[in-house]
């Protein structure tokens, strides 16, 4: 049996649903990201499972027990939030004391615990400062300082990172992952942030109003996106309208791709995506011809506007050290097999 | 379990010893404040247990109180139109200064509000005196030695009220003023516009919500006032409160004090709720 | 002072003397060394100061003012600091009708407070009680202690309260331990506005004080109406700086400014 359990969850404002159907099973460990745009209702996802929100329907298992009904400030799990939500009248020490003290930890023995947490997180220098006088990270360590000395079996981390900058969100990515993966603690993160839920999670639950979209490991999830709104949230992609003309053949347009289409029937509608990265451009006359419209550099690689017989089309190519594509210039597009990815009806 | 307090209920129990409190002790009050009013008097035999209106009648029907609540509202108007002519350009001279002499001026002007009212009339009652720095200074540039007395004129109350209740003015616009968007000025000036013109046409309409609050206060605070006119004006320029507490303890006449008091609230709060409205009307749009 | 003309300067220059004139005119004359109201021209005399401490009558009405202020502030701070985060915190049927109703001393004329606590007292037979004048004083101070709470709480985020939660912390725990002491600026704020509000009523307390409950102001009142002389200037002196003093702890705790937005 998985270690946390979300069966069938619902949670209703009025009419309003914000959760539909929620079910997840988390194994002990596991690195769990929710994402999805705002609104999707992860953030309402996270405010049932720290017992913020009741659900309107549903249970949550934790271990075996039934949390469902348990108050929050019972249930021993550990949350930074948002806005990192320190106690503005306490040192950093005293603030990640401050579960321990609930716990009935002894004074001595939680300042203890309290500086090695913030050691853990680098913060050793910092155990007396009060948080108006540290920086955004520094509160943000804090902040996780305090979920993780209570040792709590789950750790619920909501938008973690997004209001440092983005040097700083980069590097805490890594050290959060390596930290999660050291203590071992089962995590959920919620983000909108796609970059940051691929990079550090084991699974993604990609939430639109409401509804999971698709649950997978990142790298599925970016190759196999099972619709088009998980294909098109996470990664860039581009969207081509087509209909299905023959055995593994579509037509955009007038141009005809060849694809895979042993799933769909003859004649409908389809979307293919495919990602700007997955393009070969040359001036080599094969393949897709398509004139330059827009060509931006963007250091590590160049992003290109394209137009062709098959519409508008983004296409990112590595910087190579020579100069790329101008506006205006005429080139050529391929692609490896697999890189189409094909969806029923058209978006 | 332990028995807890329904989520729903909370607000009630929080906010239930101050309503108790209030309805005992202002409801109960000012209800038995009303239903005295409607009672006559009688010099001889006190209050009777009649119900009548014959003390409204006296009130706005009497020329005696027809005076002083004229000239309560005369000076309500005055002072609050002197306080809009100085305290406006103050609020504005204040909003320019910069920090360190904003903060320090913002204390003069500020200040006196928590300094006693009584303390505040002292001091002009020292200059009005006849024997005070008014005559004395008359007397020296040679204007006879007749003492120049401003004690129980309506001039002397006038200054002495705008004195006091100026603050409320000066703050209420520099509220307004301080969530004016300075580009919003610069902007102006970019456009072509003097800076009179960026005043008149752009700060100006921006700082008219502080100015109408600021003028709702000061007439309101003017047309109950107490302590200045019964010092200043004392019993030969009577307004509404000190007639009222001249009925109340020395007159004895509770029934015609209480309509008075009845009347100056009813006309407090009309002149509030009305003047509140005009400003939502005129105002919701611009400023959320 | 940037972008400001000379009419502009001057302007301000008089308005500024305008407001000190009165205060620095009752300052001088305290300083008098002569026996009747005149400026210090023949040197500056303590006399007057001294001669305070020959009119106990003075020094007790500022005790029992000072008494007055205290308990009538206390009990405002605690009927308001709940009743601020009900309102702030919590959305409920009747909730503006309770907020108009606890702010509503603030449109009431003084005079008829007194009015009204004169006859109400004398019916029920509190009349010249010092609890009596001290309800009255809560009744017309509740509503500053309230707008301060209430902007206090309202600009508390739940966070820092959930977070409190999920470490375990009781919901009382939570409020002691978190709420009290985020909001407890906002609260000592209210609690001195309200004790000075309370300290220098006038209009009211004369209705409702009795010779045995004179406030400091209805005292002095009362000694002005009689005779004004150098005594009632130097009382005034010390009150206008103890004053100060106050007024500078609020500015620098809160900013003067913010605390007046609205009064009145």
């Known amino acids: 049996m998985s270690f946390l359990i979300f069966e069938t969850l619902n949670k209703k404002f009025g009419d309003f649903v914000a959760v539909r159907d929620m079910s ?11 994402l999805g745009p705002s609104g999707c209702g992860k953030t309402t996802t996270l405010q049932m499972v720290a017992g913020l929100l009741p659900p309107t329907s549903g249970r949550i298992v934790l271990d075996g027990k039934d949390i469902t009904k348990t108050p929050p400030n019972q249930r021993g799990l550990g949350i930074v939030f948002q806005s990192y939500a320190l106690f503005p009248h306490m040192t950093a020490t005293d603030n990640v004391a401050f579960g321990l003290e609930m716990r ?26 009060y948080p108006k006088d540290m920086s955004g990270g520094q509160r943000q360590r804090v902040a996780l300082a305090r979920a993780l000395v209570i040792e709590p079996p789950v750790l619920l981390l909501d938008e973690p990172l997004s209001n440092l900058d983005a040097k700083l969100r980069e590097e805490m990515r890594i050290e959060l992952r390596l930290l999660q993966q050291d203590i071992g603690v089962t995590t959920i993160l919620v983000t909108h942030d796609q970059e940051e839920a691929l990079s550090m999670s084991d699974r993604i639950v990609v939430m639109q109003q409401g509804d999971v979209a698709q649950i997978a490991a990142p790298l599925d999830l970016y190759e196999r996106p099972t619709n088009t709104f998980v294909s098109d949230f996470v990664g860039k992609t581009n969207l081509i309208q087509g209909q299905i003309t023959g055995d593994n053949e579509v037509n955009v347009d007038g141009t005809r791709v060849s694809v895979d289409t042993l799933a769909h029937t003859h004649g409908s509608s389809v979307t293919l995506s495919i990602r700007p990265e997955k393009f070969q451009m040359s001036d080599d006359p094969s393949g897709h011809e398509v004139r330059v419209e827009a060509a931006i550099f963007l250091g590590a690689s160049w992003l290109y506007r394209v137009k062709g017989s098959m519409g508008d089309l983004f296409v990112t190519q590595p910087n190579t050290g020579s100069a790329g594509y101008a506006k205006g210039d005429v080139a050529w597009l391929g692609w490896p097999e697999g890189a189409l990815t094909l969806f029923k009806g058209a978006q | 379990m332990m028995a807890s307090i329904q989520p729903r209920k909370v607000p009630y129990f929080l906010t239930g010893p101050g309503v108790i409190f209030f309805a005992a002790l202002l409801g109960a009050p000012m209800v038995m404040t009303l239903l005295l009013s409607l009672h006559s008097y009688d010099f001889n035999t006190g209050i009777q247990p009649d119900w009548t209106l014959a003390n409204y009648v006296e009130v706005l029907g009497d020329s005696y109180f027809q005076k002083i609540f004229g000239r309560t509202f005369g000076l309500a108007l005055l002072v609050t139109v002197i306080c809009v002519l100085i305290g406006v350009p103050e609020a504005y001279v204040l909003s320019r200064l910069s920090s360190r002499w904003r903060s320090v001026f913002l204390l003069v002007v500020l200040g006196p509000l928590l300094i006693s009212v009584v303390v505040r009339t002292l001091g002009w009652a020292l200059f009005f005196g006849g024997n005070g720095v008014l005559t004395m200074t008359a007397q020296a540039l040679g204007f006879g030695d007749e003492p120049v007395s401003l004690m129980f004129t309506f001039t002397g109350m006038t200054i002495a009220l705008v004195h006091v209740l100026v603050p409320f003015m000066v703050i209420s616009v520099w509220a307004s003023l301080q969530k004016i968007d300075p580009q919003s000025e610069d902007a102006g000036l970019s456009l072509g516009a003097s800076k009179m013109t960026v005043l008149r046409r752009i700060t100006l309409p921006q700082a008219m919500p502080g100015i109408l609050s600021g003028s709702i206060i000061v007439f309101a605070l003017t047309a109950s006032a107490f302590a200045t006119p019964a010092i200043i004006g004392g019993r030969r320029m009577k307004v509404v409160a000190t007639a009222a507490y001249d009925e109340y303890l020395s007159t004895l006449n509770w029934p015609l004090g209480a309509t008075i008091a009845i009347l100056l609230l009813l006309a407090n709060i009309g002149i509030i709720v009305s003047y509140n409205k005009l400003i939502e009307r005129r105002f919701a749009k611009v400023f959320e | 002072m940037q972008n400001l003309g000379p009419a502009a300067r001057i302007f301000h220059a008089l308005f500024v003397i305008f407001i000190l004139a009165p205060l620095i005119m009752v300052i001088a004359v305290s300083f008098t060394d002569k026996g009747y109201l005149s400026l210090p021209t023949d040197g500056l005399s303590l006399r007057w100061f001294r001669a305070i401490l020959d009119n106990p009558d003075f ?33 409920f049927p009747g909730r503006d009708v309770i907020s108009a109703f606890l702010l509503s001393p603030l449109m009431i004329p003084h005079l008829v407070l007194g009015v009204a606590f004169l006859q109400f007292y004398s019916t029920i037979g509190l009349g010249g009680s010092f609890y009596g004048l001290a309800a009255a004083h809560v009744i017309l101070i509740t509503p500053y202690a309230l707008r301060l709470a209430l902007a206090s709480a309202t600009g508390l985020s739940t966070d820092a309260e959930n977070a409190a939660l999920t470490l375990g912390a009781s919901k009382f725990t939570v409020f002691r331990r978190i709420t009290l002491p985020l909001i407890l600026p906002g609260v000592a704020g209210g609690w001195l506005l309200s004790f000075i509000t309370s300290f220098d009523e006038l209009t009211m307390s004369v209705f409702v004080a009795s010779p045995a409950t004179q406030t400091l102001p209805v005292r002095m009142y009362h000694h002005i109406t009689q005779t004004i002389d150098p005594l009632i200037a130097s009382i005034s002196t010390v009150l206008i700086v103890l004053t100060f003093l106050v007024m500078l702890i609020l500015d620098r705790f809160y900013g003067l400014d913010k605390i007046f937005v609205g009064k009145g």
């Open chain 3, 59 to 91: 020094i007790d009405a500022f005790w029992m003012s000072v008494w007055l202020a205290v308990i009538s502030a206390s009990v405002a701070v605690l009927i308001s600091v709940p009743a601020a985060l009900a309102i702030a915190r919590h959305k």
């Open chain 1, 24 to 34: 997840l099973s988390v194994e002990r460990g596991e690195f769990i990201s929710l």
């Open chain 1, 104 to 129: 009935g930890v002894g004074k001595a023995e939680r300042t203890d615990r309290a500086r090695g947490a913030l050691d853990q997180v680098k913060l050793g220098q910092f155990v007396d400062r």
